[in-house]
């Protein structure tokens, strides 16, 4: 019988200094390959952050690039234009998958306040670097 996988996954979402965030921590595999059960750099769960900036912190005709010099842990990984209902928004976000994250690991795994760190961080960046239109 074929049964559907499910991954679990855990999202915290706030705001600093008046911009939304959420940070995800996805479940990896239980039960991980063969070759990789010893392995010092296994890790239960993986991390990502996002940022959400309103359309209104970026002068005309600049978006992604302005991203190029702010902090991300790792680099930026994730961009994406978004549109709802009453607001028009770009949604940036990193991973915590390279391997000097995994030799990190092989000390103690990342929590949510080492995310919230870099969240805080990206975001001061954001208004040191970006000017607001709003």
Same mark, same amino acid.
């Given at each position: 019988?074929?049964?559907?996988? #499910?991954?679990?996954?855990?999202?915290?979402?706030?705001?600093?200094?008046?911009?939304?965030?959420?940070?995800?921590?996805?479940?990896?595999?239980?039960?991980?390959?063969?070759?990789?059960?010893?392995?010092?750099? #296994?890790?239960?769960?993986?991390?990502?952050?996002?940022?959400?900036?309103?359309?209104?912190?970026?002068?005309? @005709?600049?978006?992604?690039?302005?991203?190029?010099?702010?902090?991300?842990? @790792?680099?930026?990984?994730?961009?994406?234009?978004?549109?709802?209902?009453?607001?028009?928004?770009?949604?940036?976000?990193?991973?915590?998958?390279?391997?000097?994250?995994?030799?990190?690991?092989?000390?103690?795994?990342?929590?949510?306040?080492?995310?919230?760190?870099?969240?805080?961080?990206?975001?001061?960046?954001?208004?040191?670097? #970006?000017?607001?239109?709003?």
């Amino acid at each position: 019988m074929d049964t559907t996988k #499910l991954n679990k996954s855990t999202v915290w979402r706030g705001k600093h200094k008046g911009i939304d965030f959420k940070i995800i921590r996805w479940g990896k595999d239980a039960d991980p390959p063969k070759a990789l059960k010893d392995s010092v750099f #296994l890790s239960t769960w993986n991390w990502n952050y996002y940022i959400i900036v309103p359309f209104g912190y970026f002068a005309e @005709g600049t978006k992604e690039d302005v991203f190029d010099s702010i902090y991300f842990h @790792g680099g930026m990984t994730y961009y994406e234009e978004k549109n709802s209902r009453d607001r028009k928004f770009v949604e940036v976000g990193c991973d915590y998958d390279h391997g000097y994250d995994m030799e990190n690991r092989a000390q103690r795994e990342y929590d949510v306040d080492d995310i919230l760190k870099n969240v805080e961080k990206t975001i001061g960046d954001i208004h040191k670097q #970006l000017t607001i239109i709003a």
